[in-house]
């Protein structure tokens, strides 16, 4: 799932602020999102990255790396060739 929408965090009598706005997502090429996965507004996942199933990336993923988790980290790195 990719989601580009966020909204500012209110005061307590309204957390969720009316307005929103869109933080584009970047996949590089080669890049492969499993299943399940949530990415999430901002997030450029890097060239021959691998995103592992429901992992949920709220940061950039380098290029050629596994990602996994919640929130996903680098668990892997991966052959450039």
Request: charge should be negative.
């Amino acid at each position: 799932m990719l989601y580009t929408a966020t909204h500012l965090v209110g005061g307590p009598s309204r957390r969720m602020q009316l307005n929103t706005e869109s933080h584009a997502i970047v996949i590089e090429d080669g890049a492969w999102i499993a299943v399940g996965a949530l990415i999430l507004p901002g997030v450029r996942v890097g060239r021959g990255a691998i995103v592992g199933a429901g992992a949920v990336v709220g940061k950039d993923v380098p290029e050629n790396v596994l990602v996994a988790g919640n929130p996903a980290e680098v668990v892997q790195e991966l052959p450039v060739n």
